[in-house]
């Protein structure tokens, strides 16, 4: 199996532990905010693993520096993969959620809620639910780049 595909899959492990177990707990937005943080480097270990693929196949010969230059890369060498690049514009709103300011509301309850002011005048509410949601989509994205790299399911 490839390095960056098998950390991601790390990664996601801590994150379903952050989120059912952690989450269920304590349940304070810094749990939120940590499980977004996991998410984010789960999607950064796909970003490399979709870079060394493309670069197993000669079309590039160096990887960007910066994670937006890294996305706009594989987006435009796959063009076609309509579900690849919404996840992708799924990564960099994530990574402009966990650089937000944020508030809290209801820590301690079940319906505790993160919520981000973004830089466009936006604001965005993550809640329990929205995380468990933000999880589920991460992972299934991880096993389509499996089969999309590895050619077979797990």
């Known amino acids: 199996m490839r390095q960056y ?5 790390q990664e996601l492990k801590r994150v379903d532990h952050l ?22 480097a789960a999607y950064d270990f796909i970003v490399m693993e979709l870079l060394e693929y493309i670069k197993e196949q000669k079309k590039i010969d160096k990887f960007p520096q910066t994670p937006l230059e890294r996305v706009e890369l594989i987006q435009n060498t796959f063009q076609d993969h309509i579900e690849l690049n919404e996840a992708l514009n799924f990564y960099l709103k994530l990574r402009k959620l ?3 300011p944020y508030g809290k509301r209801e820590e301690f309850r079940r319906h505790v809620t ?6 466009n005048g936006e604001t965005e509410e993550i809640s329990i639910d929205v995380v468990k949601e933000y999880f589920d989509n ?17």
Do not use: C, N, P
């Open 114 to 119: 993160m919520i981000a002011k973004l830089d």
């Open 19 to 40: 989120v059912y177990v952690s989450l269920k707990y304590t349940r304070t937005v810094d749990v939120i905010k940590s499980v977004l943080e996991r998410l984010i």
């Open 98 to 100: 966990s650089r937000a």
């Open 5 to 9: 595909l098998e950390e991601a899959k």
């Open 138 to 154: 991460t992972k299934k994205f991880v096993d389509q780049i499996y089969v999309m790299i590895e050619g077979e399911k797990e």
